[in-house]
């Protein structure tokens, strides 16, 4: 039997090969590696599948993330308050632009930000010194929130937004994962997109996204156009006349090779989405009756999660892993160290216990396989492994 992999990335750019192909042939034709209309182009189609006023082509998700957060101001002295079950690229950003990250447990249906965790943190563990937000813990000024729209599906933005109001916080949304999901405000009482809800938003390209480039790239979406210009400059080496630079920037902009793939790949994405919804649905029904050790997805009425993974919950995750493993399916963990555990960050102080959600799902967490082209028969061979294991596991016996 072939082997099912984690996320087959051949078979759509086989099927684009042509248009992807006419690209390359383009830019070789004109020299055009850099800016021009490909990249413009890409912009103004990508902030409006966002439903954003405008889009900054940029070199990966971390840069999206770290050019919002210092055109917005954001540096030494600021804390800046996200999860710590997220990539390592979301508090890598907020570090480098000179702020501290600080953690909020997240919700253990979710998976995403706790918007009472949040409330809680900033009501019992921050101060106002001076009209300004202070975390007692490092004595730095809070300044923004960045929930981390996981896996595909968005966090609870309503309670979010209100509760950065009230403390007058900024958001920006981690959007890497999440393209074109959407989220039904209830405030609002209307669908919004991933992307055009915070102040900016990041999308990162990387080649495993929902879109990906064929190398790195990202984008950070924004309606706030002094904000935009601020991205555009960083992006260039603080530059908006050549050799004229009014900051010290950097070289991360997108290049129009990686923006020509993402035009053509942006008109698939509404299908490819679907595809990844339908692989969802059929996952949630075959696995409906695999028992109580295995917790599902929960995607309430509020999210239509665009499901970059598609991550399920058993306590014996490692042994589940393996036994999928014996058969040829491949899985993933995302992500197995919460931030606050890992060496890198050892220096904030954090230990076992801080954050009990992140740590417990940490450990329980598998991602299986999960792509657009993922057929219902390669789904039935997963779900009954993922069966075969948890009726195994439940009775006495080793699973076959
Ligand atoms: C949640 C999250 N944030 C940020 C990033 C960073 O994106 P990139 O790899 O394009 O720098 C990623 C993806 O890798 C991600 O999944």
């Known amino acids: 039997m072939d082997n099912i992999p984690f996320l087959d990335l051949v078979t759509p750019h086989m099927e684009l090969r042509d248009e992807l192909v006419k690209v390359f042939e383009g830019a070789l034709a004109t020299a055009g590696f850099i800016g021009g209309p490909s990249v413009s182009g890409f912009e103004a189609e990508f902030a409006e599948y966002c439903q954003a006023k405008h889009c900054v082509g940029v070199g990966s998700g971390t840069d999206a993330l770290r050019f919002a957060f210092m055109a917005a101001g954001i540096g030494p002295g600021d804390a800046v308050v996200t999860v710590p079950h997220t990539f390592i690229a979301t508090t890598e950003a907020i570090s480098q632009s000179g702020a501290r990250p600080v953690f909020v447990d997240i919700d253990e249906a979710t998976y995403n930000i706790d918007p009472a965790g949040l409330r809680r943190y900033l009501e019992e563990k921050c101060q106002e010194n001076s009209g300004r937000l202070i975390d007692q813990r490092t004595g730095l000024r809070v300044s923004a929130i960045v929930p981390v729209h996981l896996y595909g599906q968005t966090a609870d933005m309503d309670p979010i937004l209100e509760v950065a109001g009230e403390f007058g916080l900024q958001v920006f949304e981690d959007s890497c994962q999440a393209h074109g999901a959407q989220y039904f405000s209830r405030k609002e009482n209307r669908w919004r997109t991933a992307g055009s809800m915070g102040r900016a938003a990041a999308f990162s390209f990387y080649p495993g996204k929902n879109l990906g480039a064929c190398g790195e790239a990202g984008a950070i979406t924004t309606d706030d156009e002094e904000l935009a210009q601020k991205m555009r400059m960083i992006r260039d080496h603080g530059q908006r006349q050549k050799y004229y630079h009014q900051v010290e920037g950097y070289n991360g902009r997108l290049d129009s090779i990686q923006a020509g793939i993402l035009r053509v790949k942006l008109r698939r994405l509404p299908e490819w989405t679907a595809g990844r919804q339908e692989a969802a649905r059929r996952y949630r029904e075959l696995l409906s009756d695999a028992g109580p050790a295995v917790t599902l997805p929960v995607e309430p009425e509020w999210a239509r999660a665009v499901y970059h993974l598609y991550v399920i919950r058993i306590a014996e995750r490692d042994q589940l892993m393996k036994h999928l493993?014996?058969?040829?399916?491949?899985?993933?963990?995302?992500?197995?160290?919460?931030?606050?555990?890992?060496?890198?960050?050892?220096?904030?102080?954090?230990?076992?216990?801080?954050?009990?959600?992140?740590?417990?799902?940490?450990?329980?967490?598998?991602?299986?396989?999960?792509?657009?082209?993922?057929?219902?028969?390669?789904?039935?061979?997963?779900?009954?492994?993922?069966?075969?294991?948890?009726?195994?596991?439940?009775?006495?016996?080793?699973?076959?």
Do not use: C, W
């Open 325 to 400: 493993g014996a058969s040829g399916i491949g899985t993933g963990i995302h992500y197995p160290i919460p931030l606050h555990l890992q060496d890198a960050y050892r220096e904030f102080g954090y230990a076992e216990g801080d954050f009990p959600v992140t740590e417990r799902v940490a450990r329980e967490i598998v991602s299986l396989p999960m792509f657009p082209g993922l057929t219902a028969e390669q789904q039935e061979r997963v779900a009954a492994g993922v069966k075969t294991f948890a009726a195994a596991s439940a009775g006495a016996g080793s699973p076959a």
